[in-house]
């Protein structure tokens, strides 16, 4: 299994709603991040998490909160959106330990428009 | 500041009309640059990894190449399936970070 699914493959919400997106990987990964892709415009890191902790955090304001379950599931919680965070959340993960990091995998991602 | 610049932004070639595009970057410390397919509305497909200038490698009917300022991705006699935005993308010196740039939209008609 070389999958990284992610939930929901679409999602509306209000500037006032709380959601949360998921991703799941199950190829035993020990490293996984969020991106954020608007239209036309290459993936921005938001966030890494190597070994269930937070590595990275790309300065992202706090109305988004990512969390790390365990090694296998990641999830972005979203509460209090602004209309310019619509955009396609992509999910990756990749494998960890090591100098070299050989590639990220990625889901098909989240298309999220905020309202 | 570490960049990564792709050209052309856009390119339009005819079934079977080889070409290349092109990726520089200013990074100090690259560990990595990568290469990915991306279709609308989809997550990036990976290509390929490259690690050290002068290194190839090939998939189908593409092969990408790496000097110490720059990448090529070259497309041997491209099909209309082939058509994508391809991203390049560089791990630097340290930790996960994979930095993209603005990638090439490749359309290729049969």
């Known amino acids: 299994d070389t999958e990284v699914t992610q939930t929901p493959k679409h999602l509306v919400m209000g500037m006032t709603n709380k959601k949360s997106l998921k991703c799941e990987q199950h190829m035993g990964h020990r490293a996984m991040y969020w991106y954020k892709q608007k239209a036309k415009k290459p993936p921005e890191l938001m966030f890494v998490y190597s070994y269930e902790k937070l590595s990275i955090n790309e300065s992202v304001p706090s109305r988004f909160s990512p969390e790390c379950p365990n090694s296998s599931l990641l999830n972005l919680h979203l509460h209090a959106l602004q209309p310019e965070d619509s955009a396609l959340y992509l999910c990756a993960s990749s494998q960890e330990g090591g100098a070299i990091l050989e590639k990220l995998f990625f889901g098909s991602g989240t298309q999220l428009s905020v309202l | 500041e570490d960049q990564v610049t792709q050209s052309p932004e856009a390119l339009r070639l005819q079934e079977g009309e080889s070409s290349s595009l092109n990726c520089s970057y200013t990074?100090?410390?690259?560990?990595?640059l990568f290469w990915y397919r991306q279709d609308p509305g989809k997550g990036p497909e990976f290509l390929f990894t490259?690690?050290?200038a002068g290194e190839e490698k090939e998939k189908e009917r593409l092969k990408a190449t790496l000097t110490k300022k720059e990448s090529f991705l070259h497309i041997t006699a491209p099909k209309p399936e082939d058509s994508a935005t391809y991203l390049c993308?560089?791990?630097?010196?340290?930790?996960?970070?994979?930095?993209f740039g603005a990638g090439t939209i490749l359309r290729v008609k049969s």
């Open positions: 990074v100090s410390g690259l560990r990595g």
């Open positions: 993308a560089v791990n630097m010196e340290y930790g996960n970070k994979l930095v």
């Open positions: 490259l690690y050290s």
